[in-house]
């Protein structure tokens, strides 16, 4: 995913940002930047791996010599960011939240009406803001240039640009991220995740509207291109994404997380499916408020039968290499085993990918004495790999779980039943849940329905991006 936050004040701002980008940390594993501009020093920039060390300690240094009273930052899933580009609109950073499905064609589209070449990264590939700068540059503004690349793009583009007088910050057209201000006595900043400038005193004061455009100074925010209410935020962002503070369209996500575990609980007792076990567990991390909205709805014990240890591992990096990170998965989870042993457990997920980390928990749970383990899904099964952000990103829908089950029964036909797979009460949709037992040795298993995730956020589904469970755009 990837996140972002940004400052521009009568004050320098370089540790509002430093303080607000690690905020963001949860978003993404593998980079991280700061640019800020001074009149004295002009533009300042700096990107570093935080593959293997958090964002706070990588940038901490760098933070005591930039200089600056505007700033932006960013975490990264993808690209080094943020970039510095020129252009006929003048000197700027800019970095993106998103992606691009259609780069290739976007590429030579561009190196075929003039532009002369792109900068590549060690991968051989092209930054998305590199390109995203050349697009914006086929227009004669910036308001123009980002309109115009935001319809180009097959794909989510959400940015923000910093010149040596102001930041612009453009919502994605769809609203399936977010952007929040903050105003204080001395300024303005702008943020992915709302909390982030809380404790750095700003007040919120405008959540842009999907497609909204504007330009901030220290003196106040001008809208360059008014926003539309026809929205489709990501519904992911309170299953997973979202940090438990984080506020989305008016819906805090620990909240929505709790209500979401009390609805699941509350089908299972109306279909007559709830468990006779011990605790009810969650899967750290945000699998656990889920679990305690279930635990309080069903009345059974909430319980931590095993601990994630993240002192020195935590989500903000993970090693390179997939051997280590296997290894670093596994000793990450530290069993209770008086809480384990000859118990039944009901744990409660975010959700249910590709399968394997669940299967190795299972597993971890069983070595470990436990005498049933019963699964809840606190989303539907996922479906579509996500083509507007980087959940659920696959090379093919068939490394997806519940999509090789459906291949391998009813082979390409079974596509036009997803409906039914997706719904517990038919046919298909019990032998997906029985079929993923089995594999993953569950003692039972069941989803939350894309109805009770809907009236867990609280906001109407057409406002909501529900592709990867059914996939309609």
């Known amino acids: 995913m990837g996140g972002f936050f940004g400052a521009i004040s009568h004050n320098d701002c370089i540790s509002d940002v430093f303080f607000g980008t690690d905020y963001h940390s949860h978003l993404g594993t593998r980079r991280g930047g700061m640019a800020a501009y001074s009149p004295e020093l002009g533009f300042q920039r700096s990107i570093h791996s935080i593959e293997n060390s958090p964002f706070r300690t990588k940038f901490e240094s760098d933070a005591a010599g930039i200089k600056g009273n505007l700033c932006i930052g960013c975490i990264s899933d993808s690209d080094p960011q943020p970039i510095l580009v020129t252009s006929k609109l003048g000197l700027y ?37 590199a390109l995203i700068g050349a697009l914006i540059a086929q227009k004669g503004s910036f308001t123009e240039g980002i309109k115009y690349a935001q319809d180009k793009i097959d794909g989510t583009l ?34 992915f995740e709302s909390f982030a400038f809380q404790k750095l005193g700003y007040k919120t004061c405008k959540e842009l509207a999907a497609g909204e455009i504007v330009k901030i100074t220290a003196d106040g925010v001008e809208v360059l291109e008014k926003g539309s209410y026809n929205m489709r935020i990501c519904t ?23 209500r979401n575990g009390e609805i699941m609980a509350e089908t299972d007792i109306r279909n007559g499916r709830l468990p006779d076990v011990d ?68 744990f409660v997920d975010d959700s249910i990918v590709r399968g394997t980390q669940m299967r190795e928990t299972v597993e ?29 990103r696959s090379n093919s829908e068939l490394d997806l779980i519940a999509r090789q089950i459906i291949q391998e029964k009813e082979g390409d036909e079974g596509v036009k039943y997803i ?34 995730t809907v009236r867990a956020v609280g ?11 059914n996939g309609k755009e």
């Open 236 to 258: 992911f962002l309170w299953t997973y994404y979202g940090y438990p503070n984080a506020v989305y369209e008016g819906v805090n996500v620990e909240v929505m997380r709790a």
């Open 364 to 392: 971890f749970l069983y070595e470990n004495g436990a005498k049933e383990v019963h699964m809840r899904s606190a989303c539907p099964p996922i479906m579509f790999g996500c083509k507007y952000l980087n959940f659920s």
């Open 279 to 346: 605790y009810v567990c969650g899967v750290p991390d945000s699998g656990i408020p889920h679990a305690i909205g279930y635990a309080n709805k069903s009345g059974i014990p909430f319980a931590r039968p095993f601990i994630k240890y993240t002192p020195t591992w935590p989500r903000s990096f993970m090693p390179q290499t997939q051997a280590m990170r296997n290894r670093v998965a596994k000793m990450k989870l530290i069993p209770v085993h008086e809480l384990i042993e000859g118990k039944k457990l009901l």
């Open 93 to 129: 950073a800019i970095c993106n939240v998103g992606i691009i499905n259609n780069a290739q064609a976007l590429y030579s589209e561009l190196l075929e009406n003039g532009c002369a070449n792109f900068e590549s990264m060690s991968s051989g590939n092209i930054n998305s803001s």
């Open 459 to 469: 906001l109407q589904e057409n406002r909501l991006c529900t592709y990867c469970w």
């Open 158 to 191: 959400t940015l923000i640009i910093m010149t040596k007088d102001c930041i612009i910050a453009a919502r994605d057209k769809r609203g399936r991220l977010p952007i929040i201000i903050g105003k204080r006595d001395d300024g303005y900043c702008l943020s």
């Open 419 to 452: 409906s039914e797979y997706s719904d517990s009460s038919t046919e298909r949709g019990r032998y997906l849940r029985d079929e993923i037992c089995r594999r993953l040795k569950l003692t039972s298993l069941e989803f939350q329905s894309l109805p009770g």
